[in-house]
């Protein structure tokens, strides 16, 4: 029997703004309304909005939750203080990544709240409690009654402020969050994103959410789909768990060692990442540049000049903002050097090309 796809609290709206739908992490989700190139355009240069109420919010609290939580996640939580968030990843015991997910230091003592992608909040939820043995924290999968909307571009703060009246908008640095009222329920608004520009995640319950995005409609902020959400990630760098990080990918060739804290005593990957970092890896993402306007695709095949196959591209596109075509690419170690030449075979034709940075937009982030 096939799955049940999930809805959002918002499907009626999308259905209703004759959005394209379709299924993606198990949910029908808006690829699209007006389109993805002046969706993405709306992100860049004022302010757009996304639903992401298929993101996964599980509660880990207890007495021991800042030691459970140091030994599934990479980065480390010791020290962090109440409103910060991290990023890093949960790994398998060879590396590879079980999910990579947010961090959000609870302003409740020895409370975390970890935001996970839609696609494997079962799987994590699972893996959570399989690795919680001999640890005093009780792990809460609260997905199914929290909403998440994505206010992000340049004009997100004082759409959030003016037309929401979330003054703490303005308090937060990058990579913080605030605790505040809607209805009298908690609504959690943190400063992250996933776009390259400002912006905001508006945490709430099911019926806050659909309200909130009621009236962002209203204020004329522009409904974007999932399709410009991959186009605006790409190009700020930002990886796509299934695309550059994955159970046979892991941090180091993602190129994403830096949120894997070695100098913690232990999490679980630990010893494979180290043995990574030692002794190197076969394998590393890049970012390519192509000297042509053909559009590389996931799983086209990366080449040398003779022909031999040295990777696959994991996402490409014509880039909206930067009008080139980019892609990302896990590649032989030894071609990922910057400025060395590859080639991407598009159907029958090899495309020449050039290793470049994988950030290919300059980031406009909140500091």
């Not at 599980?58 to 990023?87: M, Q, W």
């Not at 994590?124 to 009780?138: C, R, T």
């Not at 043995?275 to 053909?294: C, M, N, P, T, W």
Request: with cysteine; glycine share 10%; aromatic share 10%.
């Amino acid at each position: 029997m096939a799955e049940e796809i999930k809805l959002t609290c918002l499907h009626d709206s999308h259905l209703a703004l004759g959005a394209q739908m379709s299924p993606f992490a198990g949910y029908d989700m808006p690829i699209q309304y007006a389109g993805i190139t002046p969706e993405h355009l709306a992100v860049r240069n004022s302010v757009g909005m996304f639903d992401v109420s298929h993101m996964g919010e599980i509660f880990i609290s207890g007495p021991d939750a800042e030691r459970y939580v140091n030994h599934i996640f990479t980065n480390s939580v010791s020290g962090c203080v109440p409103g910060k968030i991290l990023y890093g990843m949960m790994l398998y015991p060879d590396g590879g990544c079980v999910d990579d997910l947010l961090v959000y230091r609870e302003f409740t003592p020895d409370s975390f709240l970890l935001v996970v992608n839609a696609a494997n909040i079962d799987k994590d939820y699972e893996w959570m409690l399989s690795n919680s043995d001999g640890y005093d924290v009780s792990i809460d999968n609260r997905s199914d009654v929290w909403g998440e909307i994505a206010v992000q571009g340049p004009q997100a703060e004082r759409t959030v402020m003016e037309v929401l009246g979330l003054a703490c908008a303005a308090d937060l640095g990058f990579y913080e969050y605030c605790n505040t009222r809607w209805n009298g329920n908690r609504l959690i608004l943190s400063r992250t994103g996933y776009t390259g520009e400002d912006g905001f995640e508006i945490y709430a319950g099911i019926a806050d959410t659909v309200e909130i995005w009621e009236l962002l409609l209203k204020a004329g902020v522009q409904p974007c789909g999932l399709g410009c959400r991959d186009t605006l990630r790409f190009e700020a760098g930002l990886p796509l768990y299934g695309d550059e990080l994955s159970a046979e990918i892991s941090p180091v060739e993602a190129g994403l060692g830096s949120f894997c804290k070695l100098d913690k005593a232990e999490f679980i990957g630990r010893e494979a990442l180290v043995a990574q970092k030692e002794l190197g890896v076969s394998r590393k993402l890049v970012g390519i540049e192509i000297e042509d306007r053909a559009i590389p695709r996931h799983g086209y095949q990366v080449e040398l000049e003779d022909g031999t196959v040295v990777g696959e591209v994991t996402t490409g596109y014509r880039s909206i903002s930067l009008d080139r075509s980019i892609c990302f690419a896990l590649v032989g170690a030894e071609y990922a050097k910057l400025d060395t030449r590859l080639w991407i075979r598009i159907r029958r034709k090899t495309f020449s090309g050039k290793v470049v940075k994988k950030r290919f937009y300059q980031t406009n982030y909140k500091k």
